[in-house]
């Protein structure tokens, strides 16, 4: 009974590839974030989803586009991937207002 | 910019004894603070919190401090564990942000 899971969770892949991260979430929240987790441990939010609608975007490339075919799922597709894109990426869940976030298990992204 | 900064990247302490794992934030309008706890190979998993118009919230063997003046946070955990040994991820945001922002976490090592 996984609240939060993500799949895959480890993706070995070669720079200039695309490929996706998908995430879903059996919690009912109305809420979905992608964060990333770099090589200096730093854990900082990429995109938030409410209602299947962006309401945070920070300064990520465009090559990184979130997409939230409904309330439950909220995945990642990354465009020509680069060296710098290896990290572990954490899916989480909410409700909006709330303070309590339930995180997805990581899925950790390598490019060569 | 590191608005939330844990400055301890690990600390050790023996079973039954207190851990207290600091945080320090830059941002005034940070209203609210919560502290997860991240085993490896999984996500971080929420554990406390606090709201600014309090100084202290305790739940069992966690109690959460907030200085707001000195903008400081600790986590107490007494006695410690062995199963507390994990990393401590401290997260701030601010209302109606929606944005969580993260510090770097502090590694707890329990000693039987």
């Known amino acids: 009974d996984t609240a939060v899971s993500q799949t895959p969770k480890y993706l070995v892949t070669q720079m200039g590839n695309d490929k996706s991260i998908k995430c879903e979430q059996n919690?009912?929240?109305?809420?979905m974030y992608w964060y990333k987790q770099d090589s200096k441990k730093f854990l900082k939010i990429m995109f938030s989803?409410?209602?299947?609608?962006?309401?945070i975007n920070e300064t990520v490339p465009n090559r990184f586009s979130p997409k939230s075919p409904d309330k439950a799922h909220l995945n990642l597709h990354i465009n020509s991937l680069e060296l710098g894109d290896s990290a572990v990426y954490f899916c989480a869940s909410g409700k909006l207002g709330t303070d309590t976030q339930y995180f997805g298990p990581g899925t950790r992204l390598t490019v060569l | 910019d590191q608005q939330v900064k844990q400055n301890s990247p690990s600390l050790s302490v023996q079973e039954g004894r207190i851990s207290i794992l600091n945080c320090d934030y830059t941002n005034s309008m940070f209203d609210y603070f919560l502290w997860y706890k991240k085993y490896p190979a999984e996500g971080p998993t929420f554990l406390i919190s606090i709201s600014s118009i309090k100084d202290k919230n305790e739940d069992g063997r966690f109690t959460v401090f907030l200085n707001k003046s000195a903008k400081h946070l600790s986590l107490h955990i007494v006695p410690s564990q062995p199963g507390d040994s994990a990393v401590y991820f401290c997260?701030?945001?601010?209302?109606?942000?929606?944005?969580?922002?993260f510090g770097t976490g502090t590694r707890l090592k329990v000693l039987a």
């Open positions: 997260a701030a945001t601010a209302s109606g942000t929606y944005k969580y922002i």
């Open positions: 919690l009912g929240h109305d809420t």
């Open positions: 989803y409410n209602n299947k609608e962006l309401i």
